[in-house]
């Protein structure tokens, strides 16, 4: 069997700061795919030291970051895709592992521990499983709805990649509130056109008051017991506090796209 080789899939919007120390540690990679959101940064001049394949494209009217990745995938021609990110790094013994795992041709779609850091404080009791590691030629795409749905089938057989990966999305709240602001803008778009989706993922065509108790209880339950943030200490508390505000947000938004579409129709 020929070394399997791989092609690391990113999307940036505004990188600059992280962009130039990540790239120089992707040496590994045997190719580097950016799909740039419109920076308005430097980032796409800092991108062309380390890759020619650079593409422009924004993820559609709803300008979805799935999307973009699907966009980068398909320009991407090895055996192997990695779907990172500017601050998601991969450890040398992740990556050991994932070269191991790819060489065994067992499976096509291998799940990552995406382990957050948040306040100088690694979640790694509790990881994220996404899965980021495809086979190229295996992949069939679907159309993502949100901010946070996969855009490919799911296979139900899957390996994983048990050595951790550390995410700094959001190291500090205020980089967090800037996301925040991201996705949930990209969400509540598509709740209108959708009628459900989210990071709750449930049915929405109406907002309601108890919208804004219930649901960020539930998302509160859902990251502090369900996916164990309580491990994690008060910092974990917090982190589950945060994400429930977000679902504030996100459901506020929602109500006011629907009522400015009410007034524009009088």
């Not at 450890?91 to 995406?114: C, D, H, M, W």
């Not at 959001?170 to 598509?190: C, E, M, N, R, V």
């Not at 049915?203 to 108890?210: A, E, P, S």
């Not at 977000?246 to 129709?265: C, G, H, M, P, Q």
Request: contains cysteine.
């Amino acid at each position: 069997m020929k070394k399997q080789t791989i092609s690391v899939v990113m999307t940036i919007k505004n990188e600059a700061l992280l962009l130039e120390p990540y790239l120089k540690n992707l040496s590994w990679a045997d190719e580097i795919v950016v799909v740039d959101m419109n920076s308005t940064d430097n980032s796409v001049e800092i991108a062309k030291k380390y890759t020619k394949k650079i593409y422009n494209y924004d993820g559609g009217p709803l300008h979805l970051i799935p999307l973009n990745q699907q966009f980068g995938i398909k320009k991407a021609t090895m055996d192997w895709v990695i779907i990172l990110e500017p601050d998601l790094v991969v450890s040398p013994f992740a990556l050991k592992e994932i070269r191991k795992k790819i060489e065994s041709g067992k499976y096509n779609q291998y799940t990552l521990n995406v382990a957050q850091v948040f306040m100088d404080h690694p979640f790694l009791h509790c990881p994220e499983k996404i899965i980021k590691l495809l086979r190229r030629n295996a992949l069939r795409f679907v159309d993502p709805k949100g901010a946070h749905e996969y855009f490919y089938v799911i296979e139900k057989k899957r390996g994983e990649i048990a050595s951790p990966l550390l995410h700094y999305s959001h190291p500090t709240i205020s980089s967090f509130l800037t996301k925040i602001d991201l996705y949930t803008t990209q969400d509540a778009k598509s709740i209108v056109l959708h009628k459900k989706g989210g990071f709750l993922h449930q049915k929405l065509t109406k907002v309601h008051w108890w919208n804004f108790i219930l649901d960020p209880a539930r998302a509160f339950l859902i990251f502090y017991v369900k996916k164990q943030y309580f491990r994690e200490g008060v910092i974990g508390f917090v982190y589950a506090v945060l994400f429930s505000y977000a679902i504030v947000v996100e459901r506020a938004k929602v109500l006011e796209i629907y009522r400015v579409k009410k007034s524009t129709r009088k």
